[in-house]
C-alpha cells in the first residue's frame, strides 16, 4: 500500500504541491494525472525519497524515508541514466547486491521479455535511450517490490515493449503489488487502472476508482476536471 | 557496502580496459602523469627559488594551502555542493536501501583519493625538498596521510549531511567560517603593519602561533608546526585539539540522523555539474544559468540570412551583447603592449610580426573552446533551412567574424600605435587576424565532419590543436623565408596573403564537406 498523507513541497516561494493525500491500496494499479506543470513530478519525485518535503508518504505502512521502505518500493524515472562503465548484466549485478537479493535469473527472465538477452555485455553509455529505459524497468522490477512507481514508463519504447510492460503491470498486480503510474499517455493505461488521481496546481481535484466511474472514458474524465478541450 | 564496493570495482576495470583499447584515452593518461611530474619539479624549483625549501617553508606553504581549501570546502558543504553525484547516482543509488551516509561516503571517497595521493606525495617531498628529518617525514605522512582524512571526512559528513543542523546553524557556521577567515586577516595584517612591513610579511604570518587557537582552521596546522618547527605549549594544545576534534567529529558522523534529506540539493548540483560537463565536453564554456535580456531583432532577408539575425537576437539577449572574454583579453594584450612599446620601443622590424604572431598564439589558446558555429551544427534547423550550403556556412559564421574583426581593432589599435606603426600596416595587422581567427574556425568544422564521429571529444581538440599549430608553423616558415630573402615588410605581406589564402581554402572545403555533413548528435 502506498499512502500519501499531507505532502506539501515548495520551491522557494513557488507552492508545487499542497496538502495532497491520497491512497493507492494493495494490489492496485493508481494513475497519476494533470497537466504539465501540475505538480506530478514533484509528487514523483518525492515518494521516491529525492525531494525533502513536508507532510508523509508510507509504503507498506513504513515511512519512505526508512531503509525497509527501501528495500519494498522500485522507481523508473522518466529518463534513465546508467552507469558509462558498468554492462547491463553489472547494472544487474550491482542492484542485486544494493537490495542484498539474488535475483539474477530472475532478472534475465526480465531481461529476455524485453529483447536485452543478448545485448548484456553493452556498457551504458553504448545503450540508446530505448534500451536504457528497458534496463532501468529490469533493475527496478527484478528485486521483486512490493511498490512500484513509473515515471512515463512508455516513452522511448517500442510497440513490443510497450505490450510486455503492460503485461508485467497485471501480473505484479495480481501478485499483489501496489503500483502507480505517473503519464500523460491516457491510452496506454485505460487498461491498467484501478484508482485515478488528478492534479493541478498542485492540489487533487478529482479521485476515482474504475468500479465507480461505469462506462465513462478515461479522457472525458480527465479533460472534465481539468477544463480542457477534447 | 558491498554494492557500492562493486560499483567502484567494477567501473574502475571497465573503464581501464576500454583505456587500454583507446590509445587516445592512453595517451591522454600518459600526458596527465607526464605533466603532474612536471608540475612536481617546477614547483620543488620553485621552492628552492623562493627560498622555501625547509621546514618552515612547507609550514608555510601549507598554511596557505589549508587556508584556501578548508574554508571553501566548508562554504561548498553547507550548501549541499562540491560532493559529486552522477545522475546515475540519482537514478539508482538514491532509491536503493543503502545508508544515505554511506552513499555520502562513497562519492566523498573520489574526492579525498587524490587529496591523499597529493598529501602521500608531500609527504615523500618533506623529506627530499624540505629538509624534514626522516622521523618528521613520518609523522607528517601519518598525520596528512592517516589522520588528516578522517578529520576532514568527520567535517563534511557533519556539515553536508547532519540533519539535526538547522537553517540557523547553517548560517553560524557561515557566518563562523568567514568569522575565522576575518581573524586570520587581521593577524596577518597585524603581522605586516607591526612586524614586518615587507613581503616578508607573507612569510612571517604562518609561522606565529596563537592563530592555531582558531577552531578548525588552526587546528589543523597545529600538527604541522609542532613536527616541523619543534614542540611548544601552544602547538602541543593545538595538536591534542585537532585529535579530539577528529574523534569527536567521527562520533557525531556516526551517530548523526541521516535519513537521505540532502539527496535534493545533492540532484540539483548533480544535474547542473552534468550540463556543465556535458558544455565541457563539446568546448563550451559555462558561467551557470545565464539570464537573458529581453530583445528583438528585425529580419532583413530571409533563408540563411535568418540564421544571422537570430545570432543577433540571440546576442542582444545577453548581458555583454557580442563582447566577452576573448574581448578582454585583445583589448588588454593591445593595452599590454602599447605600455611596454612606449617604455621601450621595439624595432619596427620586429614590431610588425609581434601583433600576427600574438593573433595565432591567441587562435592556438582557443582552438579546443567551440564558438557559434559548433552551436549551430547541433541545430537540425541549420540543415533544414532551404539555402545553398555556402550561404548557410557564410551567415552561420558571419558573426565570429565581425568578432574577430572587433577583437583585432581592439588589440592592434592600442599596440599599433604604442609600435609606431603606421595605418596600413595597422589595416593589414587587422586582417591577419580576422584571418588567422577564421582558419580556426574552419580547421573546427573541418575536423569535426571528417573525424567527429570516429574521435572522441579530447581526440578531436587535440587533432585541431595539432593541424592549427602546422598552419601556424607554415606561415611562420614562409614569413622567415620571405624575410631572408626579400625583406621585413614582404614577409608580413607574406604572412597575409598566407592567411587570406588558407582562410579561403578552407573555408571552401568547409562548404563542400557542410553539404554533405551528418549529425552526430
Not at chain 2, 15 to 33: E, N, Q, R, V
Not at chain 2, 89 to 94: G, M, Q, S
Amino acid at each position: 500500500m502506498l499512502e500519501i498523507i499531507d505532502l506539501t513541497k515548495s520551491y522557494k516561494k513557488t507552492l508545487a504541491v499542497d496538502h495532497v493525500s491520497f491512497t493507492i491500496p494493495t494490489g492496485r494499479v493508481g494513475i497519476l494525472l494533470g497537466p504539465n506543470g501540475a505538480g506530478k513530478s514533484t509528487i514523483i519525485k518525492s515518494i521516491a525519497g529525492l525531494l525533502f518535503f513536508s507532510g508523509k508518504i508510507n509504503i507498506d505502512n513504513i515511512n519512505s524515508r526508512d531503509i525497509e521502505a527501501k528495500k519494498r518500493f522500485a522507481y523508473i524515472p522518466e529518463l534513465p541514466s546508467m552507469y558509462d562503465a558498468l554492462t547491463i548484466k553489472e547494472h544487474f549485478e550491482f542492484i542485486n547486491k544494493a537490495y542484498n537479493v539474488d535475483h539474477m535469473d530472475y532478472a534475465m527472465e526480465l531481461a529476455t521479455r524485453f529483447e536485452l538477452d543478448d545485448k548484456l555485455d553493452k556498457l551504458g553509455d553504448e545503450l540508446s535511450k530505448g534500451m536504457m529505459q528497458k534496463v532501468s524497468i529490469v533493475c527496478a522490477l527484478m528485486i521483486k517490490p512490493k511498490v512500484v512507481l513509473f515515471d512515463e514508463p512508455m516513452i522511448g519504447l517500442d510497440p513490443k515493449a510497450i505490450k510486455e510492460l503492460k503485461d508485467l503491470i497485471l501480473e505484479l498486480k495480481n501478485q499483489g503489488a501496489t503500483i502507480i503510474i505517473s503519464t500523460h499517455m491516457l491510452e496506454m493505461v485505460k487498461d491498467l487502472w484501478d484508482d485515478m488521481v488528478i492534479i493541478d496546481k498542485g492540489k487533487i481535484i478529482g479521485q476515482y476508482r474504475k468500479e465507480d466511474i461505469e462506462d465513462q472514458e478515461i479522457e472525458d474524465i480527465f479533460f472534465k476536471m481539468t477544463g480542457d478541450q477534447q | 557496502m558491498n554494492a557500492l564496493i562493486y560499483l567502484t570495482k567494477t567501473t574502475f576495470v571497465n573503464k581501464l580496459k576500454k583505456a587500454l583499447h583507446k590509445p587516445s584515452a592512453l595517451l591522454l593518461i600518459l600526458f596527465w602523469i607526464a605533466y603532474a611530474a612536471y608540475m612536481i619539479f617546477i614547483f620543488s624549483g620553485m621552492a628552492v627559488n623562493f627560498k622555501l625549501d625547509s621546514k618552515e617553508g612547507i609550514v608555510i606553504i601549507l598554511t596557505y594551502v589549508v587556508l584556501m581549501s578548508v574554508p571553501t570546502n566548508i562554504l561548498m558543504y553547507v550548501r549541499k555542493k562540491g560532493i559529486i553525484f552522477l545522475m546515475s547516482d540519482l537514478h539508482f543509488l538514491f532509491n536503493t536501501p543503502i545508508s544515505p551516509k554511506l552513499i555520502l561516503l562513497y562519492r566523498f571517497m573520489k574526492l579525498l583519493i587524490p587529496s591523499i595521493i597529493m598529501n602521500l606525495v608531500l609527504s615523500i617531498g618533506a623529506f627530499f625538498i624540505f629538509k624534514a628529518t626522516t622521523l618528521q617525514a613520518i609523522l607528517f605522512f601519518i598525520v596528512v596521510v592517516l589522520i588528516e582524512p578522517l578529520f576532514e571526512t568527520g567535517l563534511m559528513m557533519n556539515v553536508y549531511a547532519n540533519e539535526r543542523l538547522t537553517q540557523k546553524h547553517v548560517d553560524w557556521i557561515r557566518k563562523g567560517t568567514w568569522g575565522c577567515l576575518a581573524i586570520f586577516a587581521a593577524y596577518a595584517l597585524y603581522v605586516f603593519i607591526f612586524i614586518d612591513n615587507t613581503f616578508n610579511a607573507l612569510a612571517i604570518f604562518p609561522l606565529q602561533e596563537l592563530f592555531l587557537f582558531i577552531p578548525i582552521f588552526g587546528w589543523i596546522l597545529a600538527p604541522y608546526h609542532l613536527i616541523f618547527l619543534g614542540a611548544t605549549p601552544i602547538n602541543v594544545i593545538c595538536s591534542i585539539l585537532f585529535a579530539v576534534g577528529t574523534i569527536l567529529m567521527l562520533i557525531s558522523a556516526i551517530k548523526m540522523p541521516c535519513t537521505g534529506k540532502y539527496y535534493e540539493e545533492a540532484s540539483n548540483y548533480a544535474k547542473d555539474y552534468s550540463e556543465k560537463r556535458k558544455k565541457a565536453k563539446k568546448g563550451e564554456v559555462s558561467f551557470g544559468k545565464r539570464k537573458y535580456k529581453k530583445a528583438s531583432v528585425a529580419y532583413k532577408g530571409a533563408y540563411a540570412k535568418a540564421i544571422f539575425y537570430r545570432q543577433i537576437l540571440e546576442y542582444k539577449k545577453n548581458r555583454f551583447f557580442i563582447f566577452g572574454g576573448t574581448t578582454l583579453l585583445s583589448l588588454g594584450a593591445g593595452l599590454v603592449l602599447c605600455y611596454f612599446s612606449i617604455q621601450e620601443r621595439p624595432p619596427i622590424e620586429f614590431a610588425l610580426f609581434i601583433l600576427p604572431g600574438l593573433s595565432a598564439y591567441f587562435s592556438f589558446l582557443m582552438s579546443g573552446y567551440a564558438t557559434k558555429w559548433s552551436k549551430e551544427i547541433d541545430n537540425a534547423y541549420t540543415f533544414l533551412i532551404p539555402d545553398t550550403a555556402f550561404r548557410k556556412m557564410w551567415y552561420a559564421t558571419l558573426i565570429e567574424h565581425l568578432r574577430a574583426l572587433i577583437d583585432g581593432l581592439l588589440m592592434v589599435i592600442p599596440a599599433g600605435i604604442g609600435m609606431g606603426l603606421s595605418i596600413p600596416q595597422m589595416i593589414l595587422c587587422i586582417v591577419a587576424h580576422v584571418s588567422i581567427m577564421a582558419i580556426k574556425l574552419y580547421i573546427q568544422v573541418i575536423c569535426q565532419n571528417i573525424l567527429g564521429k570516429s574521435l572522441g571529444n579530447t581526440g578531436l581538440t587535440l587533432l585541431k590543436m595539432l593541424i592549427q599549430g602546422l598552419v601556424l608553423v607554415i606561415g611562420i616558415m614562409i614569413a622567415v623565408m620571405a624575410a631572408i630573402m626579400i625583406s621585413n615588410e614582404m614577409a608580413l605581406l607574406a604572412i597575409i596573403v598566407y592567411s587570406v589564402v588558407i582562410c579561403l581554402l578552407l573555408m571552401l572545403c568547409s562548404t563542400r564537406l557542410f553539404e554533405r555533413y551528418e549529425s552526430i548528435d
